[in-house]
T-cell receptor
Framework: KAGVTQTPRYLIKTRGQQVTLSCSPI?????VSWYQQTPGQGLQFLFE???????NKGNFPGRFSGRQFSNSRSEMNVSTLELGDSALYLC?????????????FGPGTRLLVL | DQQVKQNSPSLSVQEGRISILNCDYT??????FLWYKKYPAEGPTFLIS?????DKNEDGRFTVFLNKSAKHLSLHIVPSQPGDSAVYFC???????????????FGKGTKLSVIP
């Protein structure tokens, strides 16, 4: 079974631009979560989607948004990019039906904001 | 306020010896704990998990111990191998309630170096 895939793997943007990142979960997985990893803050939860609905959102500004499609693929959008948005953005998927499930991560998208 | 803490940023161990990585948490609502391993330029890879109803879970060379009263868990790797050199993250998830969300809170990681 193919793992979680994320595109693009690397991205360079300038301040003020916007960016869209894509995530395809493991086949059959209905839940997709997004995390931001920075050297200072570690991995921080952004949001989770299940059946096209956002279930939970972390403590990030409204510039960070996401959505999920009917095939469970998810996109994350960051508008008005700031230098501090430079990070590794990780997507994770799970089945979404059990109380104690494992989340499986993709390789991440490395975003550099100049 | 950091709810999951990995107080050792780095750890060096000789090949063949035991590696012990520690993790402390403060939130009493956490009931499921996971360890992930991460290599540079890759996403975290799931290693092992433990439910709060257990105090030990073993999978091959990896064993996780949970001490609920101390709010402490540890990952033991025996024997350690050079390929184990990576950053290890401890993660915790609060009590799940049906259709509720699943949000992992991570520690900042411990970089393990296994010396040949």
């Amino acid at each position: 079974k193919a793992g979680v895939t994320q595109t693009p793997r690397y991205l360079i943007k300038t301040r003020g631009q916007q960016v869209t990142l894509s995530c395809s979960p493991i086949s059959g997985h209905r839940s997709v979560s997004w995390y931001q990893q920075t050297p200072g803050q570690g991995l921080q939860f952004l949001f989770e989607y299940f059946s096209e609905t956002q279930r939970n959102k972390g403590n990030f500004p409204g510039r960070f948004s996401g959505r999920q499609f009917s095939n469970s693929r998810s996109e994350m959008n960051v508008s008005t990019l700031e230098l501090g948005d430079s990070a590794l953005y990780l997507c994770a998927s799970r089945l979404g039906v059990g109380a104690q499930e494992t989340q499986y991560f993709g390789p991440g998208t490395r975003l550099l904001v100049l | 306020d950091q709810q999951v803490k990995q107080n050792s940023p780095s750890l060096s161990v000789q090949e063949g010896r035991i590696s012990i990585l520690n993790c402390d948490y403060t939130n009493s609502m956490f009931d499921y704990f996971l360890w992930y391993k991460k290599y540079p330029a890759e996403g975290p890879t799931f290693l092992i998990s433990i439910s709060s109803i257990k105090d030990k879970n073993e999978d091959g060379r990896f064993t996780v111990f949970l001490n609920k009263s101390a709010k402490h868990l540890s990952l033991h790797i025996v024997p350690s191998q050079p390929g184990d050199s990576a950053v290890y993250f401890c993660a915790a998830r609060p009590i799940y309630s049906g259709a509720g969300s699943y949000q992992l809170t991570f520690g900042k990681g411990t970089k393990l170096s296994v010396i040949p």
